[in-house]
């Protein structure tokens, strides 16, 4: 009988554990639910037109495609990815992107797919915790955003990228989409205003520059998914439009899109200054732009060369445009261009001065970081003479 008794108490005490063990499952469950349910809706406009239901201001989101993380950090959001895509992961002995540069964890997170928008919805759904929206750029020649949201169930919000010249105008809506989402409204103002205010200080002063006062100049070495030579160059480089400088290169009717120049065309404009993009110098061989200029017969015939009027800036085509590199570069190009209109810049302060602001957060240690480590990151430093 005693024996009984303990029994049943025994199978009692289990049942109501089971129970409070039970009761504590559905609370949790239903406490997640109730979370997930307070976030406030709203619906957005993204770049393709389609209106897209996203939570106000969500804790967890991921970035696919070309500078779609660059500009949740210029947003100061970077807290919130829950996963990368590879190129954040890779190893490389050159990485020229301010904003990876600034967090280095973002090699430590998980992966969702490959660069350049080639996601991979299996591994976005295994996320933990998931993404609550997509920011998605470049979509065209990506995984599709409207078969990504349909797999993953996650709503994606696609950007135009756009640029500082012809489509700063879609650089601006996305960073106004991506503030709207994530409650930085506040944020992408003032980033809208910091480039503003920045490109209107480098065209005063310069604008009323006398076209016969001006020297001539050509940026050679410009990347184009991957390093090329001293040819490679950009008719409208846009740190020498901010500055209105003579690019003997210059072509009104291209857009930002890089051409190759002939090494006639280059001796007939014998440029007065050089500069070489350090991209370049990843090829490390016959066709690096320095070692072209140190060792080409034609190219040793340049004014340019012969006077050691050769320098160096920093690439900023680096997963698409580096808009901080832009800056800097055109600061530096000015400088050399106008030193009487630059006299008050002092390169290394403005350069640390943009990266702060742009992907280091306000801290200025961490800028003049960023800045360092981009002026050194290749075997020869920006903003120097090159030896020739």
């Not at 089971?18 to 349910?37: E, K, L, P, R, Y």
């Not at 995984?143 to 919000?157: H, M």
């Amino acid at each position: 009988m005693q024996k009984s008794r303990i029994l049943t108490f025994t199978l009692l005490v289990t049942l109501v554990a089971v129970s409070v063990f039970a009761c504590g499952c559905m609370d949790n469950s239903s406490s997640s639910q109730s979370t997930q349910s307070d976030y406030e809706m709203i619906t957005v406009t993204d770049a393709l037109g389609r209106n897209v239901e996203v939570p106000k201001s969500p804790d967890h989101v991921i970035c696919s495609g070309s500078g779609a993380l660059r500009y949740l950090t210029y947003l100061q959001a970077q807290d919130r990815i829950v996963g990368v895509d590879s190129i954040e992961t890779r190893e490389s002995n050159y990485d020229a992107r301010p904003y990876a540069i600034a967090n280095p964890q973002f090699k430590d997170y998980p992966v969702f797919g490959e660069f350049r928008g080639n996601d991979d919805p299996e591994k976005i759904l295994m996320l933990d915790p998931q993404p609550q929206v997509i920011f998605k750029t470049y979509s065209a020649d990506a995984y599709d955003p409207v078969e990504l949201q349909r797999r993953t169930g996650i709503p994606v919000v696609v950007l135009n990228y756009g640029d500082m010249v012809n489509y700063r105008s879609d650089m601006y809506r996305s960073f106004e989409i991506m503030g709207e989402v994530l409650g930085k409204e506040e944020r992408a103002e003032e980033l809208i205003a910091f480039f503003d205010e920045t490109i209107a200080d480098l065209n005063e002063r310069t604008k009323d520059v006398p076209e016969e006062e001006k020297t001539t100049c050509y940026v050679g070495g410009i990347a184009r998914r991957g390093p090329h030579g001293f040819h490679s160059t950009e008719p409208t480089y846009p740190p020498f439009l901010f500055i209105n400088a003579k690019n003997v290169a210059y072509d009104p009717t291209r857009e930002l899109s890089s051409v190759e120049v002939s090494k006639e065309s280059l001796l007939g404009w014998d440029p007065e200054i050089l500069f070489v993009d350090l991209s370049t110098t990843q090829s490390e061989d016959k066709s690096c732009a320095v070692y072209q200029l140190q060792t080409d017969s034609a190219y040793r015939q340049l004014s340019a060369v012969k006077s050691s009027e050769v320098y160096t800036v920093l690439p900023y085509n680096w997963y698409t445009q580096n808009y901080g590199s832009v800056l800097v570069n055109s600061y530096y190009t000015g400088k050399l261009l106008y030193p009487d209109r630059f006299e008050d810049v002092d390169i290394d302060e403005k350069g640390a001065e943009i990266y702060t602001f742009l992907v280091g957060m306000g801290d200025e240690q961490m800028g003049a970081h960023v800045y360092d480590t981009m002026k050194h990151i290749f075997t020869t430093p920006a903003f120097t003479k090159v030896d020739l």
